[in-house]
């Protein structure tokens, strides 16, 4: 696919920029530039095109408003020492990308195809990559179905997208956050699109995180949809439990059994954890494994992850059987200490032994 770059004929000022990079927030503000690329059926997939950010439009009866064929990725951008840019594990959101364009019957992009258009979307805006550790430009790649009718079938055009957005951390890392174990409510069952990254799972999940803040909580824990027992994620993240304390404790996730989504910050942890000296472990745990646990002081951290916190501690659980607080409620200091590696590992201040920053032409 060949990138065409058209560059805004009217982007926001060095020094209004440099203001909104200053205190991004999350999804706040969005860079000048965007990428679009079009597929039809009959001809495929046309250039890519880098142009000034602005709305799109489509027919009232594009498929995507009626069926909801759409998929996104998340993925960021992060400062170096020396200046330059980098992208973390790029080819890893390409192929789930991918995976996910199956599972919803949308044209499958090639994967460097996919690597390339954000990576020129990166080098356009550059200027709007924060600085500071633990900020980045917050990438969000999606592909909706484009074709106008009302016929109950896959869609023969479809319309693949890019934008960005400058981002502070999505939570505050120095405070765990509550959550709510809904028992009333599932994300995905087997079978269902919880290995795909759809806006389906994200706007079904609403009503739960609404029941959360209700319930005084900042998220909300999915459990299996069958027994209403086995944990499964943390809103739109992975969790991970800490079994024991020091350099022996295991660092255990749910494993992926078709529901879950497969993180790539989730994988990155696994591998991390190791290189730390930690045992990793994938498996089931149940919410009455996770109170005894708690209780009995063998799970001694908790934590969630994903591409927008990286690393979310989680402090208190609530569940209409009870709560119960792991430790004392803090950030724990393995959790830190994971953070804190992959954080360097993305700024580059530690080595990146594993091939995951992809460095932006500028």
């Not at 919410?287 to 994903?306: K, L, N, P, Q």
């Given at each position: 696919?060949?990138?065409?770059?058209?560059?805004?004929?009217?982007?926001?000022?060095?020094?209004?920029?440099?203001?909104?990079?200053?205190?991004?927030?999350?999804?706040?503000?969005?860079?000048?530039?965007?990428?679009?690329?079009?597929?039809?059926?009959?001809?495929?997939?046309?250039?890519?095109?880098?142009?000034?950010?602005?709305?799109?439009?489509?027919?009232?009866?594009?498929?995507?408003?009626?069926?909801?064929?759409?998929?996104?990725?998340?993925?960021?951008?992060?400062?170096?020492?020396?200046?330059?840019?980098?992208?973390?594990?790029?080819?890893?959101?390409?192929?789930?990308?991918?995976?996910?364009?199956?599972?919803?019957?949308?044209?499958?992009?090639?994967?460097?195809?996919?690597?390339?258009?954000?990576?020129?979307?990166?080098?356009?805006?550059?200027?709007?990559?924060?600085?500071?550790?633990?900020?980045?430009?917050?990438?969000?790649?999606?592909?909706?179905?484009?074709?106008?009718?009302?016929?109950?079938?896959?869609?023969?055009?479809?319309?693949?997208?890019?934008?960005?957005?400058?981002?502070?951390?999505?939570?505050?890392?120095?405070?765990?956050?509550?959550?709510?174990?809904?028992?009333?409510?599932?994300?995905?069952?087997?079978?269902?699109?919880?290995?795909?990254?759809?806006?389906?799972?994200?706007?079904?999940?609403?009503l739960a995180q609404q029941q959360a803040a209700q319930q005084?909580?900042?998220?909300?824990?999915?459990?299996?949809?069958?027994?209403?027992?086995?944990?499964?994620?943390?809103?739109?993240?992975?969790?991970?439990?800490?079994?024991?304390?020091?350099?022996?404790?295991?660092?255990?996730?749910?494993?992926?059994?078709?529901?879950?989504?497969?993180?790539?910050?989730?994988?990155?942890?696994?591998?991390?954890?190791?290189?730390?000296?930690?045992?990793?472990?994938?498996?089931?745990?149940?919410?009455?494994?996770?109170?005894?646990?708690?209780?009995?002081?063998?799970?001694?951290?908790?934590?969630?992850?994903?591409?927008?916190?990286?690393?979310?501690?989680?402090?208190?659980?609530?569940?209409?059987?009870?709560?119960?607080?792991?430790?004392?409620?803090?950030?724990?200091?393995?959790?830190?200490?994971?953070?804190?590696?992959?954080?360097?590992?993305?700024?580059?201040?530690?080595?990146?032994?594993?091939?995951?920053?992809?460095?932006?032409?500028?």
């Amino acid at each position: 696919m060949k990138i065409n770059v058209k560059p805004s004929s009217n982007p926001v000022s060095p020094a209004d920029r440099e203001k909104m990079v200053a205190e991004p927030g999350f999804g706040k503000y969005f860079t000048d530039h965007m990428v679009t690329a079009e597929w039809n059926q009959s001809s495929g997939w046309s250039d890519v095109n880098v142009h000034a950010y602005g709305p799109i439009s489509l027919d009232p009866a594009a498929m995507v408003f009626h069926y909801g064929q759409e998929i996104f990725e998340g993925m960021k951008a992060y400062s170096q020492p020396d200046g330059s840019i980098a992208l973390f594990r790029p080819a890893a959101n390409g192929l789930r990308f991918a995976k996910s364009a199956a599972r919803i019957t949308l044209p499958e992009l090639p994967v460097d195809d996919f690597v390339n258009a954000v990576e020129a979307l990166v080098k356009i805006d550059a200027g709007w990559v924060p600085r500071k550790i633990g900020e980045s430009l917050y990438i969000r790649p999606f592909m909706i179905a484009t074709e106008v009718g009302l016929g109950v079938r896959p869609s023969n055009k479809a319309l693949f997208a890019v934008i960005a957005t400058p981002a502070a951390a999505y939570f505050n890392s120095a405070k765990a956050v509550t959550v709510w174990i809904s028992t009333e409510y599932v994300r995905a069952a087997l079978g269902g699109t919880g290995e795909a990254k759809c806006g389906g799972n994200y706007a079904a999940s609403l009503l739960a995180q609404q029941q959360a803040a209700q319930q005084g909580c900042d998220q909300v824990v999915w459990l299996d949809a069958k027994e209403r027992r086995w944990v499964e994620e943390m809103g739109g993240m992975n969790l991970y439990f800490v079994k024991g304390r020091g350099k022996d404790a295991t660092i255990f996730t749910p494993k992926l059994t078709g529901t879950l989504l497969p993180g790539i910050t989730r994988d990155s942890i696994l591998t991390v954890a190791q290189d730390l000296g930690y045992k990793v472990e994938e498996g089931m745990i149940s919410t009455d494994e996770w109170r005894d646990g708690v209780a009995s002081g063998e799970i001694s951290e908790i934590f969630a992850c994903g591409t927008a916190a990286v690393i979310a501690p989680v402090g208190t659980a609530k569940s209409a059987h009870g709560t119960w607080v792991t430790g004392d409620g803090n950030p724990g200091p393995i959790t830190m200490e994971i953070r804190n590696h992959l954080l360097g590992v993305q700024h580059g201040t530690i080595a990146d032994k594993h091939g995951w920053m992809k460095k932006v032409s500028l």
